[in-house]
């Protein structure tokens, strides 16, 4: 698993014997940087961001709100809201392909709702109201010159697939005739009907009750496993990246803490922030462990690492440089000053 | 059964000013030959067979149609000082709990005791002084406050209903109330869309907490919050509790939350309570099929991802269409022929835990 850094950069394409280009990576973000521009100031949003997804991976995106997540989410399929929000640096390949330097329209053909499709957070809020579920799955074939029953026999299986049987009239019902889990289900048939082979899930599961979420869960397991579809999976809550992502980064406030693979994160555990985060889970010890302190106002990021002022091992040097990504593993990646002193120790 | 009017009447007979309800027998009575009927335990809460249905009317002429059995026959039991954590999917019933147990939804059938009175079918100007011990947070706080008013009007304004103070006496406690939940004192002169989402939790707690009640009923107190803050917030009211030695009915459906929180916990389902006992216990040793699937549901670290056949498809049925028998038996992993004929009642299996299934 390679990862890409500012210091190591990693090129997507290579060239085989042959001299053709093939790809390692299906997503790879680099040094991503974005600002929105306000009448308060400039708000540092993201701060070069790194990041690589493979064909077929889970990668949970893990902070709390106002670390980015879901600008980060945004700007993959370039949607960050302009003039407001500025892409100022970076960028991000797809199939090799830099999104950001794309045309709109090629854009709106090719990625978009094509091949990188999204799963919002608030299924009701997302569909429209005044369509039945129906009209608004076959809108999304419309392009694809299918016939009315193929569109059909395709929405009703893939909806089999999801466990909900469609002869039951749900095509010809409205959203707010569904629950939340039935309606976050049609979202997920929406966003695989296009066949993608990215999908950013944006807290799908905050919603819904546990038992809902775990079937959810389970679902985006099985997708993953059977149409070897990748997925972004944003979310808060680190028991749930547990349980879908094979790979887990830690953002706060704009720049990535941490990056490991999932078994790996939870047992070597390096960042002092993925730490605080593990401890705030609620535990059968019943003792309640918090974080202390807030997430700054990014208008006035923090200088040097960006988590110092609620860190209790920060000294001097986490206040004023930035610290630098570095692998402590295969794959398990930090960015903590602490961890790059005890890394030069060793031989 | 008595009609609500009449029972009132009844009690408001007692001489000694605490009111008994002879005929429910609920609380166990001590005679002391001066002061005449004194009540022991202190049971803070006490609901009876509560139940609470919503009629469903359709066509033209708005024909009565069915009943939403929201609440089915709730029998509750809250001590001084206890955290009592409600469980259940949406749909169970836990809100219309909560709104029952305050007097919002005048009970279709059954009883509430608080503090040994009969709170249920009282009248509106009767209930007032009731409602300023019962507080109740609401699941969204941010919605709860007027968005045109400052911080300082709208935790100033229980008192101005409840209670006589002038002005500055007003601020004075509004200041101290801030301050306990953590909130700077100038932060009273701010608009609700000025606070961060764990802050509008705080300053409904405040609200709240200017009337010194006795038992407060959280809806959700944490939902759509970070686990950071999440943590904070759980906290605070694990100290609060402490300090001001309240009574908690806390709703939620994260149970590692309620766990975390609670002593007593009661797992709703469908409008009915089917297990109810100690948290430890409950969460060691779950009976009831359905509170297995709560516990085997929630999403853990430690625990590898779940597999298709510990999960019960489905979810929870139609309130208006309860199934017969008990009413878990549809997505009861083995149900019993008895489950889908006999509705199981709620007993005690030890003294700390009772369940509602047919297999105990």
């Not at chain 1, 090629?106 to 129906?134: H, M, W, Y």
């Not at chain 2, 509008?200 to 950071?228: H, K, W, Y």
């Not at chain 2, 878990?328 to 369940?355: G, M, Y």
Request: net charge positive; proline share 6%.
């Amino acid at each position: 698993m390679v990862f890409a850094t500012s210091s190591t950069r990693v090129f997507v394409c290579r060239e085989n014997r042959a001299g053709e280009q093939f790809l390692t990576k299906l997503l790879e973000v680099s040094d991503l940087t974005v600002n929105f521009n306000t009448e308060r100031g400039t708000i540092y949003a993201l701060d070069r961001i790194n990041l690589a997804l493979d064909t077929g991976e889970v990668l949970a995106l893990v902070g709390e709100s106002g670390s980015g997540k879901t600008t980060l989410g945004r700007a993959i399929l370039n949607i960050i809201p302009s003039p407001a929000g500025e892409i100022k640096e970076g960028r991000i390949l797809f199939q090799g392909k830099n999104i950001l330097e794309m045309e709109e329209s090629e854009c709106n053909l090719l990625v978009r709702g094509k091949t990188i499709t999204l799963i919002p957070q608030d299924p009701f809020g997302s569909a429209n109201p005044l369509f039945t579920i129906g009209t608004q799955l076959k809108d999304l074939l419309k392009a694809s010159g299918l016939h009315e029953k193929e569109m059909k026999e395709r929405i009703t299986t893939l909806l089999s697939q999801l466990q909900l049987p469609a002869d039951t009239g749900l095509l010809r019902k409205y959203p707010h005739e569904l629950s939340g889990g039935q309606l976050q289900r049609v979202m997920i048939a929406a966003s695989l009907l296009p066949n993608p082979s990215l999908i950013i899930a944006d807290e799908p599961t905050t919603s819904l009750d546990v038992t809902v979420e775990a079937q959810i869960l389970l679902l985006l397991r099985r997708l993953v496993k059977e149409r070897q579809v990748s997925v972004l999976y944003i979310t808060h809550n680190l028991a749930v990246a547990s349980q879908v992502s094979h790979r887990i980064t830690v953002l706060y406030a704009g720049q990535v803490m941490e990056s490991a693979p999932t078994n790996l994160f939870f047992k070597k555990t390096a960042h002092p922030y993925s730490k605080k985060l593990l401890q705030c889970l609620p535990n059968s010890k019943g003792e309640i462990r918090d974080i202390g302190g807030s997430v700054p106002s990014l208008i006035h990021p923090p200088e040097g690492c960006r988590f110092h002022p609620r860190c209790e091992e920060a000294h001097t040097r986490c206040r004023q440089e930035k610290p630098k990504m570095i692998e402590l593993e295969l794959g398990h990646w930090v960015s903590c000053h602490d961890q790059t002193r005890k890394k030069g120790r060793e031989p | 059964m008595i009609k609500p009017e009449k029972r009132e009447e009844n009690l408001n007979l007692e001489p000694s000013g605490t009111t008994l309800c002879k005929a429910s027998g609920i609380f166990r009575v001590l005679r002391s030959h001066k002061k005449g009927i004194e009540i022991v335990e202190n049971v803070i809460l006490r609901t009876e067979n509560l139940k609470k249905y919503f009629p469903v009317k359709k066509t033209l002429l708005r024909r009565h149609v069915h009943w939403i059995k929201a609440l089915d026959g709730v029998d509750l039991e809250l001590r001084e000082g206890q955290i009592l954590g409600v469980v259940g999917e949406s749909g169970s019933g836990k809100t219309t709990l909560a709104k029952t147990i305050l007097g919002i939804y005048q009970p279709s059938e059954g009883t509430v005791f608080f503090k040994g009175d009969l709170i249920s079918h009282l009248s509106p100007k009767r209930m007032k002084s009731i409602r300023r011990e019962i507080q109740y947070v609401y699941q969204n706080p941010g919605a709860s406050f007027d968005p045109w008013w400052k911080v300082e009007r709208s935790l100033g304004e229980p008192l101005k209903i409840h209670e006589n103070l002038s002005n500055p006496e007003i601020e004075k406690r509004v200041k101290g109330v801030v301050k306990s939940v953590g909130l700077e004192q100038d932060h009273i002169f701010r608009y609700p869309h000025e606070f961060s989402g764990g802050q509008q939790r705080r300053l409904a707690l405040a609200r709240i907490l200017v009337l010194n009640p006795s038992l407060i009923i959280f809806d959700e107190p944490t939902s759509g919050l970070d686990v950071s803050i999440q943590a904070t917030i759980l906290k605070l009211l694990k100290k609060l509790r402490n300090d001001l030695g309240l009574t908690y009915i806390f709703i939620s459906h994260d149970l590692e939350v309620v766990r975390m929180m609670s002593n007593q916990i009661a797992v709703m389902y469908l409008g009915a309570v089917v297990e109810h006992g100690s948290t430890e216990k409950v969460f060691m040793d779950p009976k009831h099929p359905y509170t297995q699937l709560l516990l085997a549901a929630a999403p853990k670290i430690e625990r590898p991802p779940l597999e298709e056949d510990v999960l019960i498809q489905g979810t929870v049925p139609d309130p208006a269409h309860i199934p017969s028998g008990c009413r878990f038996w549809p997505r009861c992993p083995a149900p019993f022929e008895i489950c889908k004929t006999e509705i199981p009642l709620l007993k005690p299996i030890d003294n700390s835990q009772k369940v509602s299934c047919h297999k105990y």
